[in-house]
């Protein structure tokens, strides 16, 4: 049987950045607040003439260009993101035609915060069944554009960014994906939610008077479901595979607060050195945070060829991954 393998990663995020002390001047809150709360101290915005493909080709350029190979040998491009441009056409098909994906087919998936696990998962699988070579997975969003700067619960969490990763089938011996437990629960809808702007309400006078195309959230019902159920699903997928806490070399934790980062770490009984936590440089990136960290891992050196990873995320839906993978490059 096929394995697939992560080949390559590209990640892009625009230049503007917003920090604490210029939430400070913009809600009532403090640097001190913030960092202390969620680990946050700045993320990147988008301007006005950036959308979320735009970042997403960003991404999907970097990994052809460090694999050298052309946009029409990827064969599937799977588009993560809670921000699409439009409702439709899917962002999959923008990114398509801009990058020159000739091959590809591909959609959106939206699973919030989990999504780029979500989103690896089929990857894999379109791997390993044979029927895909070159699968691109993206996980881009532009929060920025659905945040209620006057609501400091939730302005000061989010940031954009965006993400790839190539899937591939592996050598033998050559390590790559093993397994993954993903699974939702209908019943947080209403703790993590935007409320307005699909068909249940429409957009009209009265939802934009409302501010409810806005990011709604109960804190502390999203804080205790992902503490968790994060620790939850990491323990039960390892058990799965007779695999020890001790035998990762890497947890990759979706970046949503480092205290939800934190306690599934110590609960699984991994030092910090063996968690990647880059919250404090971007904000929640939605479905670009695992890339995001991913990438800088690689860079700082904490991540080779043959390490054992374990992504893992909760997100609104609610939704929740995990997946563990053998590092290829």
């Not at 052809?64 to 699409?84: D, F, H, M, N």
């Not at 998962?121 to 532009?142: C, E, F, P, Q, Y």
């Amino acid at each position: 049987m096929l394995t697939a393998k992560i080949s390559a990663i590209g990640c892009a995020v625009p230049p503007r950045v917003l920090t604490n002390q210029d939430l400070e001047k913009m809600v009532e809150t403090t640097d001190q607040w913030i960092l202390e709360r969620t680990g946050i101290r700045e993320r990147h915005i988008a301007d006005q003439s950036t959308a979320t493909s735009d970042m997403a080709v960003a991404a999907a350029r970097e990994v052809l260009a460090s694999k050298g190979i052309p946009a029409a040998e990827i064969e599937a491009i799977i588009v993560c993101t809670v921000t699409p441009d439009m409702m439709f056409p899917s962002t999959a098909c923008l990114v398509q035609d801009q990058i020159g994906a000739s091959g590809a087919w591909g959609f959106d998936l939206v699973a919030a915060c989990s999504g780029f696990i979500y989103g690896l998962t089929v990857a894999a699988n379109l791997v390993m069944a044979g029927s895909h070579r070159k699968v691109l997975v993206i996980g881009a969003d532009t929060m920025s554009r659905i945040l209620d700067y006057t609501d400091r619960a939730t302005c000061i969490l989010f940031g954009d960014g965006a993400g790839a990763f190539l899937v591939e089938p592996a050598n033998e011996g050559e390590g790559g994906f093993i397994g993954h437990l993903n699974e939702i629960d209908g019943s947080g809808a209403p703790y993590l939610n935007m409320p307005a702007g699909g068909s249940r309400l429409p957009a009209s006078e009265e939802t934009v008077a409302k501010r409810l195309h806005y990011v709604k959230q109960e804190g502390q019902q999203v804080f205790k479901f992902a503490v968790r159920k994060m620790y939850e699903l990491c323990e039960a997928l390892l058990e799965r595979h007779g695999i020890s806490p001790s035998e990762i070399k890497l947890l990759i934790p979706h970046q949503a607060n480092k205290r939800i980062i934190n306690a599934t770490a110590e609960r699984l009984g991994l030092p910090p050195e063996k968690v990647v936590l880059n919250i404090h440089k971007y904000g929640n990136t939605t479905a670009a945070t695992i890339p995001l960290a991913t990438r800088d891992a690689i860079l700082e050196g904490r991540l080779k060829k043959g390490d054992l990873v374990l992504f893992a995320a909760v997100g609104a839906g609610y939704t929740a991954g995990v997946g563990l993978w053998r590092w290829a490059f």
